[in-house]
């Protein structure tokens, strides 16, 4: 199972399409299978966000490993949470609302259980993972 992370804006937001050849963080238009999840923010502009791994999995911190401390895909990790975290930052500049919401594949209908109001800088640190069922403010704090 996958996780799903979505953005929403009162402004239209820009796809970055995904490249097969040159994984990395990607915006798209949301699936059929995404729509409920539109029902829980407050801005009616939403697109699905995708890591390095295509979904939001790549976004999350993995398990420590034979490698190390870190798992071997944490420099991707932390390349994806940074592009992430440009992507909002520019659309704060344009002026916009912005709300994030990550749950498990599947789950897009259930509620938020927990909301956090964070900057993209926090977005972008090493440290952060998505809480499932979560939905963030996003602003400039």
Not at 24 to 36: I, S
Not at 61 to 73: K, M, Q, T, V, Y
Not at 75 to 91: D, F, G, H, P, S
Request: charged fraction near 20%; hydrophobic fraction near 40%.
């Amino acid at each position: 199972m996958c996780l799903a992370v979505y953005l929403a804006s009162d402004q239209d937001l820009p796809l970055l399409a995904w490249e097969e050849h040159a994984p990395a963080f990607h915006v798209d238009v949301l699936k059929d299978t995404d729509e409920p999840v539109s029902a829980h923010f407050s801005w009616p502009h939403v697109r699905y966000l995708g890591a390095h791994t295509f979904c939001g999995c790549g976004f999350q911190a993995g398990e420590a490993s034979e490698f190390g401390s870190l798992p071997p895909d944490q420099a991707q990790r932390e390349q994806t949470l940074c592009q992430l975290a440009v992507y909002l930052e520019q659309r704060l500049r344009d002026g916009a609302h912005l709300q994030i919401f990550a749950c498990w594949e599947g789950d897009q209908a259930k509620k938020p259980l927990e909301r956090r109001r964070l900057a993209p800088a926090n977005i972008g640190a090493s440290e952060f993972w998505f809480h499932e069922l979560e939905l963030i403010d996003v602003s400039a704090l």
